[in-house]
């Protein structure tokens, strides 16, 4: 195998992938990048078992041929070398590493040990945009559990109908969905599917926003394809909770307001707020939203600031940083709350044409006596 790429565009490939590859495994291979000289391109793969991943880059390529590599290593490696053009070259599970004065020589593993990625009908699958998923995936991921307690809340939920597609993610204590009109002609997978975050984020490393996919679903396995790479992920299994039972219909309090001036404010108060809880209380009344926070041994803080408000008076106690991730992927200026009692759960929306997209509940936290 031999082989030159420029440093930067190799330190892009190797860092694309590299995440993947878990700090610790009792298997030796996994802990390797598979790299691959072919044509005119380098293509570097990484597995975790449950996600599988390649990235393709164009390259000069002298001799063909692969190798599986030290991931950490080889990614430290290659950051560390200047900005010129580096020259691979190798025999069997040994290659030689050059660029300018630089030279090492790095010991591998077979290339045929690596875990082959899992065979999927990319041709009858569906085309979508990367940069459509990236925003569906980033609006709602984020809400997602991060513990083991009930593992299919783990996932983002993908609804793919014939012309519009839907993820939401929930833990139980805050639910994120959002919807985008797709315009697929009626094509689309077989069923819904519930997704690793990890394997979505994957799809920003990988391919551009204006990169055409296609997605391919079977019983356990999704995977995208794109002419930049492929990624690969085990499916979550078992039913999702219905989540439209849990999305209040009758919140009958609406307020309104200026969406960088309530998370600025929220910011100040979650300074104060408890580790534990990061409760704050929001008292609303007529054109005014009133912040209060209160921990023993710390101290307390308040704010107010002027908002547009229709319904009775209310005191509601919330997460800060729940409500703060959820301002982050408001895209309008304003904000549009909706509330029905303090023991309610309360929906977050944006103003204008996104609010027909975009929809967050939040539950609230029992306020202290």
Partial sequence: MQFSIGQSEFVDALSAVSNIVPARTPLPIIGNLLVTADGDELAVSA????????IRVPA???????????????????????????RVEGQNEHVTVECEASQFRVHGLPAEDFPSFPALDFDSGVGV???LVERLAAHTAFAASTEDTRPILNGVLWEMEDDRMRMVATNGHRLASYAVETGNGGRRPARDVIVPPKALSQIGRIFAPDDELRVAVDEKQIGFQGERGVVFSRLIEGPYPNYEQVIPRDNDKKLVADKERLAAALRRMAVMASDQTHRVRLSLSADTLK????TPDVGEGSEQMPVSYDGSELDIGFNANYLLEVLRYVESDEVEMSFKAPERATVLKPTGEESERYLCLVMPLRLQE
């Fill in 60 to 86: 000069s390529v002298d001799d063909p041929g692969r190798v599986t590599l030290p991931a950490r290593k080889l990614t430290d490696m290659i950051r560390a070398l200047p900005a010129s053009l580096v």
């Fill in 291 to 294: 912040f209060h926070v209160s």
């Fill in 47 to 54: 597995t975790d078992l449950d996600i599988s991943v390649t």
């Fill in 129 to 131: 945009q990367a940069g």
